[in-house]
């Protein structure tokens, strides 16, 4: 297996992946033996997640012109944590930072650990944690989202009208948001993120059975 996995993201086209050899769709395992994955990226093809050259009839609209946003970061006693807006697709698995950034204030240094089992958990790669004093190492096991086993083992997990996630280490040759850590990310696979190649969570706002 390669060491990373190699995305490229075609023009008005799919993606374009090489070395993965733990791909998951609607979270089961798909078989890929080895071969180069063609991964729709306009979110119409008859045959998702791979691309039946639907786009070129379809089409994938450009991004609109934005403003980056600047990084949030927050300083706790243990750790320090950041915030990259311009990387979230608002998926809320962060929900719990609030009250845990609040007891780790407060001295819990067990919510410290959880603050960074959090953090560790967010697809996007949007927060990122590093420790502030000598000895913290965060939690001891991985994080604690809820996708089946199967697509927490894998390196591409395709979620059901949703992202791919990518869960390992990757090259890819679009410009990656700042302190993402080339580990994971979410790719669009909807046609409508204003962010693409990354997801936003437009693919909410799809009602036509995409899958």
């Known amino acids: 297996m390669a060491d990373r996995v190699q995305i490229k993201v075609h023009d008005k086209g799919p993606y374009e992946v090489e070395g993965a050899e733990r791909v998951t769709y609607c979270g089961k395992q798909v078989e890929v033996d080895g071969d180069t994955l063609w991964l729709c990226r306009c979110g119409h093809s008859k045959n ?6 639907t786009h070129r009839t379809v089409g994938i609209p450009d991004n609109p012109e934005r403003e980056a946003k600047d990084i949030h970061v927050w300083e706790g006693r243990n750790l320090r944590t ?3 807006p311009n990387a979230c697709m608002h ?4 929900k719990p930072l609030k009250a845990l950034r609040a007891a780790e204030l407060a001295g819990d240094d ?8 959090v953090v560790g958990g967010c697809p996007s790669g949007a927060l990122t944690w590093e420790a502030k ?3 913290f190492a965060g939690p001891s096991g991985p994080p604690q ?5 199967a697509d927490r083992h894998a390196q591409i997990a395709v979620q059901e009208g949703g992202e791919i996630r990518v869960q390992c280490a990757f090259d890819l040759d679009a410009e ?3 302190r993402n ?17 990354f997801c936003d969570g437009r693919h909410k706002k799809r009602e036509d059975g995409f899958r």
């Open 133 to 135: 004093v000598d000895g």
């Open 145 to 149: 989202t809820p996708v089946t086993e």
């Open 82 to 84: 950041y915030f990259n």
């Open 181 to 197: 850590d080339g580990e994971r990310t979410t790719l669009c696979r909807c046609g409508l993120s204003t962010n693409k190649p």
């Open 91 to 94: 998926v809320f698995y962060c």
């Open 48 to 53: 998702p997640p791979f691309c039946d050259s």
């Open 110 to 117: 067990e919510a410290a650990r959880e603050i960074a089992r």
């Open 176 to 178: 990656t948001p700042e």
